[in-house]
């Protein structure tokens, strides 16, 4: 048997779980319940449910639909089955698997960029691309509050949920949400991997980043000045909130 790659059965189930959208619009005798248990094997680790039934947000239901012959598998089957998050947005018809993607918006209220989330070891993996910024170094970080009207005030201060003071030089420690400062290349890009430690994408969890904002300065932070790094106004960011279903 060939052996495929996570990322390759990943797409194959996800391609499967966007097709039920058209099988929910079909004519209803085609369509069958499969109450007979799936089997999967996820790069060799056999995630198997118990009985062919899985938790659908506090729902239990059958792991598959059959139409015309095609066994079809939820999206959030994907998520339990792989083990990652699976995120839908309603208003865009997007379907995320692995990371949770948010807009990082301008002060206008621009998309000019994203940044992934995805659950790493103690902590979340953020991978940024964004355009349209000033040359430079900028400070970045995750601050308390989601961005309300594009008033980037509207974030709070850091999230500091350990009352440590700012900066990652700092000898008292530094907030949870202090990141490693944003290096725009001079034609205004920026395409950077960073690690914030200590959260988590789990919601419900005191550490996690749900209801929280990535925000970017105009100014380099220094790593030490309390309580932003002197790292001047806030001129972009994007808020990890819960998408519309």
Known sequence: ?????????????????????????????????????????????????????????GTIVPESIIYEGTTYVPVRKVGEMLKMPVEWDGITKTVSIGAVTVDIKDAKGSVIGQAALSQGVNGVNIDVEASGLTPGKHGFHLHQ????????????????PLGKKHGL???????????????????????????????????????????????????????VTDPSGNSGDRIAGASIVELAK
């Open 1 to 57: 048997m060939k052996r495929l790659g996570l990322n390759y059965l990943a797409g194959a189930v996800l391609f499967g779980s966007l097709c039920f959208t058209g099988v929910a619009m079909a004519q209803p005798e085609k369509i069958s319940v499969g109450f007979e248990k799936l089997r999967f094997i996820v790069a060799g680790d056999d995630r198997t449910s118990q009985d062919g039934m899985y938790n659908n947000n």
């Open 145 to 160: 509050n989601p961005i309300a009207g594009n008033d980037f005030a509207t974030a709070g201060g850091h999230f500091n």
């Open 169 to 223: 030089h700092s000898t008292e420690g530094h907030h949870m949400g202090d990141l490693q400062n944003l290096e725009i290349a001079a034609d205004g890009t920026v395409k950077a991997h960073m690690h914030l430690e200590g959260v988590t994408l789990e919601k419900g969890k005191d550490n996690s980043v749900w209801g929280k904002a990535l925000i970017v300065h105009a100014k380099e932070d220094d790593g």
